[in-house]
């Protein structure tokens, strides 16, 4: 490729000034970087702001070097010029700078050193002995006056001004004359980054429209020792090619195999691996953002940018596999989440009550994407239900507006930000007794981003009061002793109903509690429904008008020992709060309702399978978060807690509450839907308060149940009620009793009508009109 003639220009131009090449050819890399690529500001005044970006570069160096010396060329410079001693970094003018230069420069200005050295490693080598684990590094050219940070409050505009112990902040003065001549101001205030076509192999790696922060530092590369360093001219006689050709995985001269693999590339391989440069920008108000630019791209001829999720996955792989991080929650973006938080840790000497707020609500920004908070930073969990105070603490202190904060609507959350990467093994990392598998033997898919929880989260505002107290010698069994279910009659809470016990001796429910609560949600004989007087659900919708409660079914509680019972850990009356026991398995179904569950071992009728899991919300803050959320999502992951929901009396808001696993949930949020005669029935269960408007939701097998069938369960759905938050959907449940068959219908009609294939038509009509029995 043909050298850049503005390259060659500057080389040129410092060339006279007695400057090397290679050593133009970096700083000219940042300045490009920092004036956006705009030529106009480097070039004019001949270069000044180049010419001044190298010398400075030479002060640091020296006065680095000469730290300590009672009598130094820095000082007696100092004095010569009338240079300011507290502002080391007051730009002088040209011929003064060249003088400099010529004082600093000689040894390597004049003569090629055979073994060229690098000084803005060595710069960072030096201030990273000196500034380790306080102050952030500078080896950046200074940042001209004009330009802003995007973080940077709007009307406060605030520079960057390098200072003897790190990074300081300051207001630009009026006359600005302190960096850059005063008339060059309005110049750089008006010229607009233009985007340059520049394809210099000579100098750039990548150079991208870059947001100017207020404060660039880098990474100690004193950390990078080992490494290959871009600006280590050694290893990147750039332009040319070195001898570390790499193809198919070609050897180094180290004998170490290279990565390359598949990648044929003439481009060195020393320059493959040449770290990335990591800017990191911090404004006054603690925000923190980080940039990578990775220089070697651009040097691919058939480069293009890829997908943001798609590097972010790539990269997760790469750890989890390459560098042998086994943990699957790992993540990218919480990774630079750290980096964020360590820089302000670090760049922060006293953080006083104010920035600790601001630096909670930087961190949740980061967490979520979206300015909330990741819900499992701090959470108490109290047998079964894990409450998160993080909120309360704050209001405790009168930090309502960062309280606010933790409230994040779903459809903010970034995708990253729930973890899109599942254990093949165990989509439920662990969090179960029993590893769960997922399997996709029909596509490429892979299961949806989630956080597995085992155990329900109150989202925020959700009443749930879990205390000892509140349990009366009446609701639990403190005399008991061993297992309650092999006592010869039931005590108080092992009774389900009359004096029935709920389960068996071997842990399964008993058929007539079964049957009774089986016959409960489907015969409509038996069903028993119950209206409120001022329903939750119509109240969370927040209209002039409240429309009259739809109904909610009347159900059996069973009610499980708990913590303040004399029996035992394995006493049979407690199924639930053992949690999953059987074998079981996500998979991706083949008849279009997406992932489902299945079970790898045959389960006996009446065996527990697992329970709903997922966020506790208030059906307010569901309404909400529904009204908020992206109405193109198809999937609907929520059960109504509406047990307790009947009563004439106005239940508390707070108390109206139901489960979303749309991002937190456990392998539940995979039971797909049928319609009436499903494998699974859902089953309030009491466990650690005697509350009625919070319980378990526990599914429990009807029937026996074949291994790897899909285990399903009647979401108790209306598929014509669209006002309703459980989203109604095309079902495919393939049940004769399908609710949504007429629909089911239509769609057949319209499809083969379009076809116009009359021999299908009449098939898929007998098929639907002979199955549809109601
Ligand atoms: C709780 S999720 C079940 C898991 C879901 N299939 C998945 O891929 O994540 C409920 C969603 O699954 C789909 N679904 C469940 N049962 C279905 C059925 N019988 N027919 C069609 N889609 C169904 C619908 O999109 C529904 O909103």
Aim: charged share 30%; net charge negative.
């Amino acid at each position: 490729m043909a050298p850049n003639p503005r390259v060659q220009a500057a080389f040129r131009a410092m060339k006279s000034l007695g400057v090397k090449e290679t050593k133009v050819k970096r700083v000219l890399k940042k300045l490009l970087r920092l004036y956006d690529k705009n030529w106009a500001l480097i070039e004019e005044e001949s270069y000044r702001a180049l010419a001044d970006a190298i010398f400075e570069e030479d002060d640091s160096v020296d006065q680095e070097k000469n730290k300590g010396n009672d009598v130094n060329e820095d000082n007696l410079e100092g004095e010569e010029l009338g240079q300011e001693p507290e502002r080391p970094l007051k730009r002088l003018p040209l011929k003064r700078l060249r003088r400099g230069a010529e004082v600093h420069q000689q040894p390597e200005n004049i003569t090629e050193s055979p073994e060229p050295r690098d000084e803005s490693c060595s710069i960072s080598q030096e201030h990273g002995a000196k500034n380790k684990g306080k102050q952030p590094i500078i080896s950046e050219p200074p940042v001209p006056q004009q330009r802003l940070s995007p973080l940077a409050p709007a009307g406060k505009r605030v520079i960057s001004e390098r200072a003897s112990h790190g990074v300081c902040l300051r207001e630009p003065t009026e006359t600005g004359s302190d960096l850059f001549p005063k008339q060059t101001v309005p110049n750089h205030q008006l010229i607009k980054p233009k985007d340059e076509p520049f394809i210099d192999d000579m100098i750039m790696g990548d150079i991208r429209q870059y947001e100017v922060p207020i404060a660039v530092i880098h990474p100690d590369l004193s950390s990078e020792k080992d490494m290959p360093m871009e600006n280590d001219e050694n290893s990147k006689e750039i332009g040319k090619e070195s001898s570390f050709q790499c193809k198919d995985g070609g050897t180094r001269a180290d004998g170490i195999p290279s990565p390359c693999g598949e990648m044929e590339t003439n481009v060195s391989t020393m320059r493959e691996e040449s770290p990335s440069n990591l800017d990191v920008a911090t404004s006054p108000l603690g925000e923190v953002k980080l940039s990578l630019s990775c220089n070697s791209a651009v040097r691919r001829p058939n480069f293009r940018m890829p997908k943001l999720d798609a590097v972010i996955r790539l990269t997760e792989e790469k750890f989890l596999h390459s560098y042998k991080i086994v943990d699957p929650n790992f993540s990218v973006v919480k990774l630079l989440r750290h980096v964020c938080e360590s820089c302000l840790e670090l760049g922060t000497d006293s953080v006083d009550k104010s920035q600790d707020n601001h630096v909670q609500a930087s961190e949740m920004t980061l967490a979520n994407g979206c300015g909330g908070k990741d819900i499992d930073g701090e959470q108490t969990h109290v047998n079964g239900c894990a409450v998160k105070h993080k909120d309360r603490e704050l209001e405790d202190h009168g930090l309502t507006n960062v309280t606010d904060l933790a409230v994040v609507p779903l459809c903010e959350l970034a995708h990253d930000d729930l973890r899109s990467r599942h254990d093949i093994n165990d989509i439920a990392k662990g969090e179960e007794g029993v590893r769960i598998p997922w399997i996709n033997e029909i596509n490429s898919e892979r299961p949806p981003s989630f956080h597995y929880i085992s155990q329900s989260l109150v989202f925020h505002k959700a009443e749930i009061s879990i205390t000892l107290s509140r349990i009366g010698d009446l609701s639990c069994c403190p005399t008991c002793f061993g297992d309650c279910v092999s006592a010869s009659i039931p005590c108080a809470c092992a009774q389900a109903i009359g004096s029935e016990f709920a389960y068996t001796s071997t842990g399964q429910l008993t058929d007539v509690f079964l049957d009774s609560c089986i016959s409960m949600t489907r015969d409509p004989q038996k069903q028993c429904q119950v209206f409120c007087g001022e329903c939750p659900l119509e109240k969370s919708k927040n209209d002039v008008c409240l429309e009259a409660c739809k109904g909610h079914l009347k159900r059996n509680f069973i009610k499980e020992c708990w913590s303040k019972c004399g029996c035992n850990k394995s006493c049979g009356n407690r199924v639930v709060q053992r949690g999953i026991t059987r074998k079981l398995q996500v998979f991706f179904t083949s008849d279009g309702k997406g992932w489902g569950l299945r079970t790898l071992e045959d389960l006996p009728k009446g065996s527990f399978v697992c329970q709903y899991v997922g966020e506790i919300l208030t059906s307010a803050e569901l309404y909400e978060r529904n009204l908020q959320c992206d109405k193109s999502r198809k999937d609907t992951y929520i059960a109504l807690l509406d047990a307790d929901w009947g009563s004439k009396t106005a239940l508390k808001n707070e108390k109206a509450v139901c489960l979303d696993a749309s991002r937190y949930g456990n392998v539940a949020r995979f039971i797909n839907h049928r319609c009436l005669d499903a494998n699974l029935v859902e089953i309030p269960v009491e466990v650690e308060t005697p509350d009625r408007h919070y319980y378990h939701l526990a599914f429990f097998a009807t029937r026996k149940i074949d291994a790897m069938e899909e285990l399903t369960w009647d979401y108790g759905i209306d598929f014509d009620d669209h006002d309703n938050p459980i989203k109604p959907f095309q079902c495919r449940c393939g049940s004769k009793f399908c609710r949504n068959m007429k629909r089911s219908l239509e769609v057949v009609w319209t499809t083969v009508l379009s076809n116009q294939t009359i021999g299908t038509m009449f098939f898929c009509f007998d098929f639907n009109v002979n199955n549809n029995v109601i």
